[in-house]
């Protein structure tokens, strides 16, 4: 069963950036939609962006412009390159990914395997 672990998650100050990273148990090449969604408490789970196996990315509008994703097979890692970071962009970000070639779900609800999270403060 596939595995994901997220790091780089971290405390800086408002219109700072960050790069979170998500290792993969095993090579995924072809098979997985991956995501990142993020949650504060007292809030549902939701989706910052998403990237499948073509390449095709789509981002929340909250964070267009501002956030990449991106992914490395041979590195068997997922990216999430986060720039000009807001006070409200603070969450626990999570990856996931979910074994289909396309993202045309983007619910958290659509992936099926998660890492633990890592935490990112934004501080104004």
């Known amino acids: 069963q596939l595995q994901v672990m997220e790091s780089g998650g971290g405390s800086v100050e408002s219109g700072g950036s960050l790069t979170l990273s998500c290792l993969a148990s095993?090579?995924?090449?072809?098979?997985?939609?991956w995501g990142w969604f993020r949650q504060v408490p007292g809030s549902e789970r939701e989706v910052v962006a998403v990237?499948?196996?073509?390449?095709?990315?789509s981002y929340a509008d909250s964070v267009k412009g501002r956030f990449t994703i991106s992914r490395d097979y041979v590195e068997r890692t997922l990216f999430l390159q986060m720039n000009s970071l807001k006070p409200e962009d603070t969450a626990m970000y999570y990856c996931?990914?979910?074994?289909?070639?396309?993202?045309?779900?983007?619910?958290?609800?659509?992936?099926?395997?998660w890492g633990q999270g890592t935490q990112v403060t934004v501080s104004s």
């Open positions: 990237i499948d196996t073509a390449g095709s990315r």
């Open positions: 095993e090579n995924t090449y072809g098979n997985y939609c």
């Open positions: 996931a990914a979910d074994a289909r070639s396309q993202c045309s779900g983007m619910a958290a609800t659509d992936f099926n395997y």
